[in-house]
């Protein structure tokens, strides 16, 4: 197996952080691979007299996700999706005397493939750390959907015993050796317990060489330093609020990059 290293920009104010050789990645869900489905979104957005593309929905994730890090305190679990449609939609544009009703009425109408829209550049992006050839997986704080969601949109998937039949059309996207979702395996992010399981079944060490990417300042880099993993942050707005001691990244395909440029 080859290892790789990489120096990975960090945000403003912090210095490039030197990675160490890596072995294996982990990926999380939203926000890496996939994003809130514009077409649950839209409608309420243009209601409200807005018409962003693509890109602005994206952003606006980041900005939520962001907002997050910044509480004092980890959200609810049965407020997140509300408190998060708060911050996305302003960031998208709605007024900010909107935007707590709006985000309450999205919220309490629950959505089928809520988090299931590939995020731009990211199957390019996966495929090429693919070609790195290392061992990858994706941990994920999720609600039972992620697996079926990430292989229905063609992102990635685990073979196993419900692929498809000869006579039947193959699962499109990468590979993974374990795709975990918490409300599966009764773990979440940043309880290190669940890389553990991850790394279990990639028969893999949780080793400073083993990269864990994520979102998340909260979740996902904290989670993967208590599990003593690397963390890489992606962050591709620069808005973390502690960028000083871990690497950041804007795109799967500048992660891949850097791995390339720099085997050992």
């Known amino acids: 197996m080859t290892a790789y290293s990489a120096r990975v920009a960090s945000a403003p104010g912090g210095s490039s952080i030197e990675a ?39 952003r606006a994730h980041y900005h939520a996700m962001a907002a997050q890090d910044r509480q004092a305190t980890p959200p609810s679990h049965n407020t997140w999706w509300r408190d998060y449609l708060t911050t996305y939609l302003a960031a ?3 007024a900010e005397a909107r935007c707590e009703q709006l985000a309450t009425e999205i919220a309490e109408h629950p959505r089928r493939y809520s988090w ?20 990858m997986g994706v941990v994920s704080n999720s609600n039972g959907t992620v697996e079926g969601d990430l292989r229905r949109v063609g992102v990635c998937y685990v073979p196993d015993g419900d692929q498809p039949t000869a006579d039947g059309p193959p699962s499109e996207g990468v590979e993974m050796g374990v795709i975990l979702d918490s409300a599966v395996v009764g773990v979440a992010k940043p309880d290190p317990e669940i890389f553990r399981i991850a790394l279990d079944a990639l028969n893999l060490p949780a080793d400073g ?56």
């Open 20 to 58: 160490p050789k890596v072995s294996a990645i982990l990926l999380d869900a939203g926000g890496v691979l996939v994003f809130p489905e514009p077409a649950n979104l839209l409608p309420p957005l243009r209601q409200a007299g807005l018409n962003p593309d693509l890109a602005t929905l994206e």
């Open 92 to 94: 998208c544009g709605v």
């Open 116 to 135: 299931a829209h590939a995020g731009h550049g990211v199957k390019d992006g996966l495929r090429a750390l693919a070609g790195l050839g290392l061992p």
């Open 209 to 264: 060489t083993v990269v864990h990417v994520g979102d998340s300042l909260r979740y996902d880099v904290a989670g993967a330093f208590a599990a003593g993993l690397q963390p890489v942050h992606m962050d591709p707005y620069r808005l973390c609020s502690a960028p000083e001691d871990h690497p950041h990244v804007s795109s799967l395909a500048e992660l891949a990059r850097a791995l390339t440029a720099n085997p050992r």
